[in-house]
């Protein structure tokens, strides 16, 4: 059979069970429609029997819903009233969720009285610990006085140290030459840093020439050829040469400091981290007197490999 033919047959047929399928829709929307302007019409009769009208003399008609009903008024004041008593509840909620939630973290969180990271840390994660403890403190006592070891993430010069720190009162600073067997000195500000720094770099400077001295008269005293004898020649060499770099150092007023002990209120502490140069702040439960020390070189950047424990008095 060709196509043609089939078409011949096929499609009129096809055609007018379209149009019955058409027709009968039209005819079910035609009665849909018809239903729900009866209901539209039956819910705002105004007549006595209408449906609303009945409900509305039957449990409006006396009591409060009554009242509500003649004044219209008074049902906008209640909706009002009841929005605004939830909002207070919510807000009271939040309020006391908030301060139960700081007066949990200021109840776990523990002061430490030895500031700086122990030996075996990771720098990152002592970093972030310092941070987490000074925003905790800065907002749960922010005008409360704290000692901290700030840790710069350079080195600076007395003068650098005294812009960065600004109006904060500075107990200590630490310095360090920049090589592998240097002392870490505390040198104590009892009147103006730059002042004190600088009369101290001059008197170690001097105690170092002193030392190198000394070095290299113990290494001269070795005469003998043993393993033992060779190994301290050298150390006491290498001591010297150290001795000579740090008193030149200290001399030229170096860019030698790299921590301080300072005191302050919890807020301004932990802003201090925003400022260039500073790289922690580790805020402790103790005074400049009773703090153990162990600060943070510029140079460890990803594990504390051995501890930094300053001197005694202020090194000279």
Request: overall charge positive; charged content about 25%; proline content about 6%.
């Amino acid at each position: 059979m060709r196509l043609d033919d089939l078409d011949d047959r096929l499609v009129p047929q096809l055609a007018a069970r379209l149009r019955d399928l058409l027709d009968r829709a039209a005819a079910r929307r035609a009665r849909a429609g018809a239903s729900v302007r009866r209901t539209a019409t039956a819910l705002a009769d105004p007549s006595r029997t209408a449906p609303l009208r009945r409900l509305d003399d039957r449990f409006a008609a006396r009591g409060p819903l009554a009242l509500v009903r003649d004044v219209p008024q008074l049902g906008f004041l209640l909706v009002a009233a009841v929005f605004l008593a939830g909002s207070g509840v919510a807000l009271e909620r939040s309020g006391s969720s908030n301060r139960a939630g700081t007066g949990k973290a200021g109840a776990d969180l523990t002061i430490p009285t030895t500031l700086g990271p122990a030996p075996g840390t990771s720098v990152a994660a002592y970093i972030a610990a310092t941070r987490k403890r000074a925003v905790i403190l800065s907002q749960s006592s922010p005008d409360q006085l704290y000692t901290a070891l700030v840790s710069f993430n350079r080195y600076l010069t007395p003068s650098q140290t005294r812009l960065v720190l600004g109006r904060l009162e500075v107990k200590k600073v630490m310095a360090h030459v920049q090589l592998p067997n240097a002392e870490v000195l505390p040198i104590p500000v009892t009147s103006t840093l730059v002042e004190d720094v600088t009369v101290t770099f001059g008197e170690v400077s001097k105690r170092k020439v002193r030392d190198r001295k000394e070095f290299l008269g113990l290494a001269a005293s070795i005469t003998g050829d043993t393993k033992e004898e060779r190994q301290f020649k050298v150390f006491y060499a290498d001591a010297a040469r150290t001795a000579a770099k740090e008193a030149a150092a200290y001399r030229a007023n170096c860019a030698c400091l790299f921590a301080a002990l300072v005191s302050g209120k919890a807020r301004d502490l932990a802003a201090l981290p925003a400022l260039s140069g500073v790289r922690a702040v580790d805020i402790g439960g103790g005074d400049a007197d009773t703090l153990q020390v162990q600060p943070l070189l510029p140079e460890q950047k990803v594990t504390v490999t051995r501890p930094i424990t300053p001197a005694q008095g202020n090194g000279a």
